[in-house]
Structure formats: C-alpha cells, structure tokens
C-alpha cells in the first residue's frame, strides 16, 4: 500500500508563490507516475501536472505551462509542485496521487489508486 501526504498549501496574494510537498511512504515506485490534481468547489478534480517516478518524465495542464514545474527527490520519496504567478483561479484543495504504470501522455484520475488528504491553496486578490 501506498501513504501520500501532502503540505505546503496555505494563503497567498496574487503573483507569489509556494512549493507543495508530497511525501510517500509504503512500497517502492519505479513503475508509478505521480501526480498533481486540483478541486474547488463544486467543480471537478483535475490534473494539474504528473511525473513518472523513475524517469522524470512530466506532463503539465495547457494552463499551468511555464507557471507550475512538478519534480521529485529519489532519496526523500517525496514529489513537489512549485507553483509561481499564482492566480486566484488557482485557488483549490490540491491531492496528490499515485498511479502504477500511469499513462504520462493522458493522465486520467480513474488510473490514480492512491491519494493523499488534500492541502488548501487559497490565492486572494
């Protein structure tokens, strides 16, 4: 079994930053993609970028390029999402997840067996 916990989220102004962490535990991952999905309220969970964990392969949203870079630390089993230029429509509750053998070139939350409880990014104006 997988463990994700997620930190780093909190309140931020327009055009500042913060680094999520995401910190797994439980198994090894050379054959998971990570990932990084997003929900506000009432809307849907979507992807916002993902990682394969052996090769570093990433895949980002078309509105999150040039502003978010996923990446992750091998030694520490642990996956960050820098996120610059933040907007208040990125304002959401922020889930990692974990997905064995996870299409990097389509990410699809159905493939994601594993999650994290969430952090809260709210970005004011």
């Known amino acids: 079994q997988v463990q994700l916990v997620e930190s780093g989220g909190g309140l931020v102004q327009a055009g500042g930053s913060l680094r999520l962490s995401c910190a797994a535990s439980?198994?090894?991952?050379?054959?998971?993609?990570m990932g990084w999905f997003r929900q506000a309220p009432g809307k849907e969970r979507d992807i916002v970028a993902a990682i394969i964990w052996s090769a570093g392969n990433t895949y980002y949203a078309d509105s999150m390029k040039g502003r978010f870079t996923i990446s992750r630390d091998k030694s520490k089993n642990t996956v960050y999402l820098q996120m610059n230029s933040l907007k208040p429509e990125d304002t959401a509750v922020y889930y990692c997840?974990?997905?064995?053998?996870?299409?990097?070139?389509?990410?699809?939350?159905?493939?994601?067996?594993?999650w994290g409880q969430g952090t809260q990014v709210t970005v004011s104006s």
């Open positions: 439980g198994r090894t991952f050379s054959s998971y993609t």
């Open positions: 997840a974990a997905a064995p053998w996870g299409d990097i070139s389509r990410p699809r939350r159905d493939e994601y067996n594993y």
